[in-house]
């Protein structure tokens, strides 16, 4: 199998992921950080087999691990009311 490196903008799209959480899951050791792609270079990238499986881990793990870790709906009846509008001077 050929392996290819996945960039960040690519990296996020595939994981569905904002940056931030990306910098939050490699800082508390959940997912591997990058690796430079050329000796002494600054580009970063992360093998997309290495993804492809952390993507495969998660889905068989994650749904055992995190049940009930996310809020439940708000009821629409118990939310914040909306306020009238209050108009200006101008306002007719």
């Not at 595939?14 to 792609?37: Q, T, Y």
Request: proline share 11%; net charge positive.
């Amino acid at each position: 199998m050929a392996h290819r490196f996945l960039r960040k903008p690519e990296l996020l799209k595939k994981l569905s992921m904002k940056r931030e959480a990306l910098r939050a899951a490699i800082a508390d050791g959940l997912f591997p950080p990058g690796v430079p792609i050329f000796p002494g270079g600054r580009a970063q990238g992360w093998l997309e087999d290495e993804v492809d499986a952390y993507i495969e881990r998660r889905r068989r793990e994650g749904a055992r691990e995190e049940k009930g870790s996310f809020p439940e709906p708000k009821d629409p009846s118990k939310g914040q009311q909306r306020r009238p509008r209050q108009r200006g001077n101008n306002d007719p």
